[in-house]
């Protein structure tokens, strides 16, 4: 995959893509995902709706939900866009009644797909700047898990949580999602305790690099190591996530909860990712441990 390929698949490149999972292995349920116009959110939708799940699509501008939520129903797919801004409590609290009152129930399964980041290293962070990644990444998190599961447990029915996460091995230079990151991936494997009596699994998935229109905050000459960041020298795609995404979070996981789930061809073991000019100190490291 070269740097030249478009970072955004189109509706009908997602229409039609391949998929090893089940038709209709997610008939008769109801998909809400946060952050459904990015890549990854986008994809999971597209992916839940064509193995017959009802969706919910949401993100803070619907002008870049319609057009998919659009294209969905174009092809006979039960589709919703909405609205919501994860930081704001009320706001998460209108989306979960909006779907409720859409299809009759709470969804059976959410995805955690909303987030924002930017490449900077940790030493000039703003607090303002700080605040932002920690509020939505974290806290924004944490208001839909938290709603999810009230409404689950209110109406006494069982659910799947999964959200999206980073593989945090050799990731620099976005410490602020590092960290809040972190945070959600320690509160989902203690909710899984928690919650398991209620019926709810929790679980996350950990993408490495994926090459989606989120490399555009990238510098082109930083986006261009991505390939070899990892054993298998390549970039993964929004649709390898979401096919993870459903696997885990629908029937096909029932046994699962608690994980979090690597999509990073070994990243996670290997390789570093510099989201900025890698640094010459470890040039010349690295120069040293290989030389010519």
């Known amino acids: 995959m070269t740097d030249e ?23 008769g349920r109801t ?9 990854i959110g986008r994809a999971t939708a597209w992916l839940a709706a064509r193995l017959g799940a009802r969706v919910a699509i949401a993100g803070r501008r619907l002008e870049r939900l319609e057009p998919a939520a659009a294209a969905m129903k174009q092809r006979g797919f039960d589709c919703l866009a909405l609205a919501v801004d994860i930081r704001q409590r009320d706001s998460v609290e209108a989306m979960f009644d909006q779907a409720a009152s859409h299809w009759g129930a709470p969804p059976d399964l959410l995805v955690n797909s909303a987030g924002g980041q930017f ?6 962070y703003s607090e303002k700047g700080w605040r932002a990644v920690i509020d939505t990444n974290l806290t924004g ?30 990731l620099h230079n976005v410490a602020h999602t590092v960290a809040a990151r972190a945070g959600v991936k320690a509160f989902s494997e203690a909710v899984a305790v928690e919650w398991a009596p209620l019926g709810i699994r929790v679980n996350c998935i950990a993408p490495g690099t994926i090459r989606s229109e989120g490399w555009q905050v990238y510098q082109p000459h930083v986006r261009k190591r991505y390939e070899n960041v990892n054993p298998m020298r390549i970039a993964g795609s929004p649709w390898q996530v979401a096919e993870a995404v459903l696997f885990v979070g629908g029937p096909a996981g ?6 979090t789930i690597e999509i990073s061809g070994g990243g996670n073991l290997w390789g570093e990712t510099w989201t900025t000019d890698k640094p010459q100190w470890f040039r010349e490291a690295t120069r040293v441990v290989d030389p010519d």
């Open 141 to 170: 998190t944490f208001n839909a898990m938290q709603t999810a599961a009230r409404r689950w447990r209110d109406a006494q029915r069982p659910g799947s949580i999964v959200t999206i996460v980073v593989s945090p091995r050799g």
């Open 254 to 259: 029932g046994f699962i909860t608690g994980e």
């Open 5 to 27: 390929a478009p970072l955004r698949l189109s509706d009908d490149d997602l229409a039609a893509h391949p998929t090893n999972l089940a038709a209709g292995s997610l008939a």
């Open 31 to 39: 998909l809400l995902v946060t952050g459904g116009g990015g890549g």
């Open 119 to 124: 490449p900077q290293a940790a030493i000039d």
